[in-house]
């Protein structure tokens, strides 16, 4: 029986109802996995997933990153990054805030992981609405609605994606954090990638579906190469801004329960931070590594 599939009237997001990720035979796993890469954020609600469980389902995929931050990856477990506002003993569990600002994961890297899966173990809630929504929004359909001369253009760029920029942008500086239990641990982790500057095209062709899709994170990128700091400046807020079209922009509710699997070729995501204790939200995620290319 074919999987049941909801479309939900955005480039991507795409609800598959009626599956069982801990009972999967190989013809539906087939059938996730091709709406995994046709529409790059798959969301599938009501599991039941164990770390194991869940790493079990990522593996199927292929082979998993680690997150790159140790301290926040479950220790029995550590191919399982945990997001989370809670506290053990004063601690937090988890990193609390997983990007409020729009990205592809771990883009500070050389080789940027293919994908994620987020698994909702604990939802935060006002009494009226869940809180912490994530929103995603389509990097192929944003490359695929450009204009043919800025395709033209966008197509010979590559940019520098700047750790420290990043740092200066969303304010995780030690100063900032002196009184911040969340950012103390999060401006501790960095430390190992603080000074990356890596260099990537602006375009990239996704290595499974050949797709083209446009390579840009918010606020990171320190130059567009070729070009003055101005129209690098310039270009970036223009390309960012068409990716995030409020028209195109799908914003994920989460129910516990739920896990949402996108693909960072494809689509931006940034989280909400519109909660704290005693909302607690907790959630396990598994990152799913870049094919290799030979
Ligand atoms: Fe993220």
Redesign the pocket.
Same mark, same amino acid.
Request: aromatic share 0%.
């Given at each position: 029986m074919p999987i049941d599939i909801h479309l939900n009237g955005t480039p991507l997001g795409h609800e598959i109802r009626g599956v069982d990720l801990n009972n999967l035979d190989e013809q539906t796993f087939k059938d996730i996995d091709d709406a995994y890469k046709t529409y790059g954020v798959v969301v599938i609600r009501d599991q039941k997933l164990t770390p194991d469980q869940q790493l079990n389902f990522s593996r199927r995929f292929g082979s998993l990153d680690r997150f790159v931050f140790d301290r926040f990856n479950m220790k029995e477990n550590p191919e399982i990054f945990i997001v989370s506002n809670l506290l053990d003993d004063g601690k937090p569990v988890g990193m609390e805030d997983?990007?409020r600002y729009w !990205?592809s994961?771990m883009w500070y890297v050389a080789t940027p992981p293919r994908g994620?899966f987020l698994y909702a173990v604990e939802v935060p809630h006002d009494g009226t609405r869940p809180l912490g929504d994530t929103y995603f929004a389509s990097t192929r359909y944003a490359y695929e609605t450009l204009s043919e001369p800025l395709k033209e253009q966008v197509n010979q760029l590559s940019a520098v994606f700047s750790s420290r920029k990043y740092g200066e942008y969303v304010g995780h500086t030690p100063e900032k954090a002196k009184d911040n239990i969340y950012l103390k641990e999060v401006v501790a982790a960095r430390e190992k990638i603080k000074n990356n500057e890596i260099t990537h095209p602006l375009v990239r062709t996704h290595p499974i579906t050949g797709k083209k899709s446009l390579h840009v994170v918010q606020g990171v990128i320190s130059q567009v190469i070729g070009l003055s700091a101005q129209d690098s400046e310039e270009l970036i807020d223009t390309l960012v801004n068409h990716v995030i079209r409020p028209e195109v922009v799908y914003r994920h509710v989460w129910r516990v329960g739920d896990i949402v699997l996108w693909d960072n070729y494809s689509a931006l !995501?940034r989280a909400t931070g519109d909660f704290k204790l005693p909302q607690r939200r907790h959630m396990h995620r598994t990152t799913l590594s870049a094919p290799k290319i030979n």
């Open positions: 997983a990007g !990205h994961d994620s !995501h």
